[in-house]
């Protein structure tokens, strides 16, 4: 049998075995392709290569570890790589497995890579396990099981030529930051080609290379979230669209660094004060990670959130979205203020009655924020539900899991709330064995352990205060608390921060349908991303206060509705895939706490922009001041606004921000029967025309009329043939049109 004849057969044994993943030998590599790419095995080097139809090479990856007792161990320094595939049929689909053993007679661990392409899925999911080798022997003293807190499936390193290049003119790197903290937006970072200005940086579980004008490059991303922190660090090279470093690895920990910019190390990381925790075992297994490369990476993300609903479930909501009213817009932090008091709260009732669109579908939440003073005692709250009750309307509740506020100089003799057992024996402790201050300060934020009894006593305590006031609606707060890296914990199987943050916020799902009921709206505020399905939405960024720039004269530096839509424009996917919902925090009527009034201008982009994240309707304004009240007429009472939020939908980007200037220029549509257009133009000195081909948003071929949503007015229309729209934008302002099929 010639070798031609051999090859053929060999390939189509493959194709047959493998169904849409055809396989091939040439020479020393096995290749792989189906329709997305080609992926190429060395079997001499043990690298991979991934070659994407859209242009984007990943060239001579490697997966290594950080063992406690062998060291560092890449899969390129083993003498032996063994190359298996298998068809596999799993809750992704049908497709093709492939494993890759990395092998050494002088190296204690092995490492098993796993590499699976599917039939009907956009995607590959890779991961790395790490094994006692089957004929070397461990190092003296030591079991020879394998103990990291660094795990990578996939690594691009110079000392093994390893390179990432993205096709385009205009390649960037979305860098996110590991929680909605700290008001930290995404970064979108250019690559400079001069090599003395190489961008360097750590994105936190998912991130995305791509080129600004055309959107294709790769989406990448954990879909596990209960063991490791995954980072996803990058390095630059001096050719455009370049890298020469890019490591996804289980084992982030990175302690805030005051000296850094916020977005650069200086508040995006993951807060710690203590190393990752190390996972031990017969077999550690590394995050198993998504990769995808298409021409429009809007796909992957959502085939990304998509991933991780089919991995880790997420939770439903039926019937109409919430609306709630939140007190923090008004009262302060804990109340100190002083300026809502429980009457107040009975008159903000009263006014929200009169708005008979906002009451038209789901009835309205009253949610009381921060209340653990004295002046929103669970009697009160009760009778405050009671009074709302005769309204139609629910009682929200809010609490904090994972941490406590107290002062610094009391930790020792205080008490965790609704226990026995002193605050001391709960905390997290940092690597010099000190209680960890999540929030720092005289007064402040102390993580407690998610593992301990005494937080699961505590929770059901808080738990059981919310059934007492008949709450449907739960805000939980500074979550991130519970996910920070400890040297000491109360369950001694639990080794990572991940993994303890995993197992609180099961347990607190858990005891919310027990002891509350299933049909009780739970949001997230300040948290991380993952995992995601344990409540039904979360704060796309930290607070938002509805001024428009973060740099407005007169308000503070943060908070600003274009901040959160930077980020928003990056996030949108999030909305029918991890959570029913997203949410955008509370609109404002008139001023958020102390701060000036808003311009109805900024109330009106506000509004737009939380119908373009597709966020619940939330409000925190003092309907006892006239102004307030007159513009919630208006805007919160809008029929079509209401109409909206009953079931809210994220527009899809048309174009995202882009670098860190506050000028952000944003357009955004969302098909439907009456397909609607967001623009947003957050510039103050030039107005943003944008224009939007037809076939970019699906219109058929017919005439539609244009049509400002609030106003009414109309912009002119779509004529048959047309083949875009132009639409122009005043400065600090925002459009939102529908596009409504005109019959002849």
């Known amino acids: ?7 053929w057969i060999l390939s189509i044994t493959c194709f047959l075995l493998l169904g849409m993943a055809n396989a091939r030998q040439i020479n020393d590599s096995l290749v792989l392709s189906n329709q997305q790419l080609r992926l190429v095995v060395d079997k001499g080097s043990g690298k991979v290569s991934y070659y994407f139809k859209n242009g984007v090479n990943l060239q001579n990856t490697v997966a290594c570890m950080e063992d406690i007792h062998a060291g560092y161990l890449v899969s390129t320094t083993y003498s032996r790589h063994h190359v298996t595939t298998a068809p596999v049929q799993d809750t992704f689909g049908s497709g093709t497995h492939l494993q890759i053993e990395h092998e050494d007679d002088k190296l204690p661990l092995r490492l098993i890579q796993h590499i699976t392409l599917y039939e009907n899925q956009p995607f590959l999911l890779i991961s790395v396990d790490a094994s006692p080798s089957r004929d070397s022997k461990p190092l003296e003293g030591w079991d020879g099981l394998p103990e990291t807190r660094y795990i990578s499936p996939l690594s691009i390193l110079p000392s093994d030529k390893g390179r990432v290049y ?39 579980e ?9 959107l294709s490059g790769i989406v990448t991303g954990s879909i596990t979230h209960d063991c490791w922190k995954t980072g996803i660090a990058y390095h630059t090279s001096s050719s455009k669209g370049a ?44 995050p198993v990670i998504y990769l995808a490369g298409s021409n429009d990476m809007r796909n992957d993300f959502i085939s990304y959130g998509q991933a991780n609903v089919i991995r880790n479930g997420r939770q439903e909501w039926k019937g109409y979205a919430p609306v709630y009213w939140n007190s923090f817009g008004v009262e302060g932090v804990l109340g100190y203020s002083k300026v809502m008091m429980p009457s107040g709260v009975a008159k903000i009732s ?16 009253l949610s009381i924020d921060s209340y653990d003073q004295n002046i929103y005692t669970t009697d009160l709250l009760a009778s405050l539900g009671r009074y709302g009750k005769k309204r139609n309307q629910q009682l929200g509740f809010y609490f904090i899991p994972f941490a406590v506020w107290t002062w610094k100089n009391t930790v020792d003799q205080t008490k ?20 960890i201050a999540y929030k720092d300060g005289d007064w402040g934020a102390y993580a407690i352990d998610p593992t301990h009894p005494a937080v699961r006593e505590y929770i059901i305590s808080q738990l059981k205060k919310a059934k007492a006031i ?20 109360y369950d001694k199987r639990v080794c990572t921060g991940m993994q303890a943050y995993n197992q609180g916020m099961k347990m607190l799902r858990s005891l919310v349908d027990s002891i509350m009921g299933p049909d009780v709206f739970i949001t997230q505020a300040i948290s991380p991303m993952f995992p995601h399905q344990y409540a039904h939405t979360r704060f796309v960024s930290t607070d938002v206060y509805s001024h428009l720039r973060d740099d407005q004269q007169g308000f503070p530096n943060w908070g600003s509705t274009e901040a959160s839509m930077a980020t928003g424009s990056f996030m949108w996917w999030v909305q029918g895939t991890l959570w029913p919902y997203t949410n955008l925090d509370v609109a404002i009527m008139r001023h958020f706490q102390k701060n000036p009034d808003l311009t109805e201008q900024e109330i009106k982009v506000r509004i737009y922009s939380m119908m373009a994240m597709g966020s619940i309707l939330g409000d925190g304004s003092d309907f006892r001041e006239k102004l307030a009240a007159e513009r919630a007429k208006r805007f919160l009472n809008d029929p079509e606004v209401c109409a909206f939020f009953s079931h809210p939908k994220a527009f899809t980007p048309l174009r995202m921000s882009d670098g860190e200037t506050m000028d952000q220029q944003l357009s955004f549509y969302l098909k439907g029967d009456t397909t609607m257009l967001a623009l947003f133009n957050f510039a103050t000195q030039q107005t943003f025309t944008e224009t939007i081909p037809l076939k970019d948003i699906g219109l058929d071929n017919r005439k539609y009329a244009i049509t400002e949503l609030l106003t009414g ?32």
């Open 713 to 744: 007015q109309s912009l002119g229309q779509v004529t048959p043939g047309q083949a875009s729209i132009s639409l122009t934008v005043p400065v600090k302002d925002a459009m939102l049109v529908k596009l409504v099929p005109v019959s002849e």
């Open 166 to 204: 993205i096709p385009g003119n205009e390649p960037r790197i979305l860098d996110v930051p590991f929680d909605n903290d700290n008001w930290v937006k995404i970064l979108t970072q250019q690559w400079p080609a001069d090599q003395a200005k190489a961008v360097t940086g750590t994105s936190y």
């Open 1 to 7: 049998m010639n070798c031609m004849y051999k090859e």
């Open 243 to 286: 890298l020469d470093s890019f490591r996804i690895y289980g084992g982030a920990a990175v302690e805030d660094n005051k000296g850094l910019p916020p977005a650069y190390g200086g508040l995006d990381g993951t807060h710690d004060h203590a190393p990752h925790g190390t996972v031990r075992g017969a077999t550690v297994q590394s």
């Open 416 to 435: 965790l709330s609704g226990t026995d057992i002193p605050l001391r024996d709960v905390v997290l402790k940092d690597k010099n064995r000190q209680p």
């Open 206 to 214: 998912f991130a995305a290379l791509y080129d600004k004008s055309m």
């Open 350 to 365: 009263d006014f929200i009655y009169t708005l008979d669109n906002f009451n038209k579908y789901a009835k309205p939440v």
């Open 470 to 489: 008949n709450a449907t609606f739960i805000k939980i707060d500074f979550l991130t608390a519970g996910s920070l890296e400890s040297v000491t914990r």
